[in-house]
């Protein structure tokens, strides 16, 4: 069966600190890969996502920047953390190319908080 | 481009009252919709997605949602709000297999 496994759960740092956040899911392939951030009051934003290896989308301008080294494996990253960083982080995944109706799979989130 | 406006941030009903959780959307193709719902604490879940196989379409929980083309609408309803129905909903619209879009977002508030 498919699992994502995102960490860390929670993680509080300084600003101008860098971030790295990892996601990673098990039991498919070449899935499509989502970063969200959902802030106090402001819903869920697309960050960024990936349909393979390399590939990265951005949605909105911003602090952050995404990575997919390895086909079931999505990093956020972020140099210098800003204030304005801080939400809950969510990784989504779901099928690829042939499933244009498929549900996205959460993982449980990082709730970032920069200090 | 795509877009979807959850238009009210709050809603509050009495147990054993309907629900009406409101969506619009836009979409230069034929969107696939969704209904998430976030519990306290819980991780995102599906409730329920259109698929163009039915515009009345039925989910978890006994919630329900309609797919009107023409009013290009996707509202969330249940006939009997339960105290457990208190969450977070948030509406989601996708363009092939790539982009998906949640709305902002409705809190549902349950007062017994």
């Known amino acids: 069966s498919q699992t994502i496994h995102q960490w860390p759960a929670t993680l509080v740092q300084p600003v101008g600190s860098p971030l790295s956040l990892e996601c990673t899911v098990e039991g498919t392939s070449n899935p499509n890969l989502y970063w969200y951030r959902q802030a106090a009051g402001r819903g869920l934003q697309l960050l960024f996502y990936?349909?393979?290896?390399?590939?990265i989308s951005s949605e909105v301008p911003q602090n952050l920047s995404a990575s997919r080294p390895q086909d079931r494996q999505f990093i956020l990253s972020s140099k210098k953390l800003l204030l304005s960083d801080s939400g809950f982080y969510l990784c989504?995944?779901?099928?690829?190319?042939?499933?244009?109706?498929?549900?996205?799979?959460f993982g449980s989130g990082t709730q970032l908080s920069v200090m | 481009a795509q877009s979807v406006t959850q238009l009210d941030s709050h809603v509050s009903v009495s147990e054993g009252t309907p629900v009406l959780l409101r969506c619009n959307y836009s979409?230069?193709?034929?969107?696939?919709l969704f209904w998430y719902v976030q519990h306290p604490n819980k991780g995102l879940q599906l409730l329920l997605k259109?698929?163009?196989?039915?515009?009345l379409v039925k989910g978890i929980n006994g919630f329900e949602a309609e797919f009107k083309k023409s009013e290009t609408s996707f509202h969330l309803t249940k006939p009997s709000a339960h105290m457990s129905d208190a969450a977070e909903y948030f509406c989601?619209?996708?363009?092939?297999?790539?982009?998906?879009?949640f709305g902002t977002g409705t809190k549902l508030q349950v007062i017994p």
């Open positions: 979409s230069s193709y034929s969107p696939s």
């Open positions: 989504a995944w779901s099928l690829g190319q042939s499933a244009t109706n498929e549900k996205l799979i």
């Open positions: 259109y698929t163009s196989a039915a515009t």
């Open positions: 990936s349909v393979g290896i390399g590939q």
């Open positions: 989601v619209v996708r363009e092939g297999y790539q982009k998906v879009t």
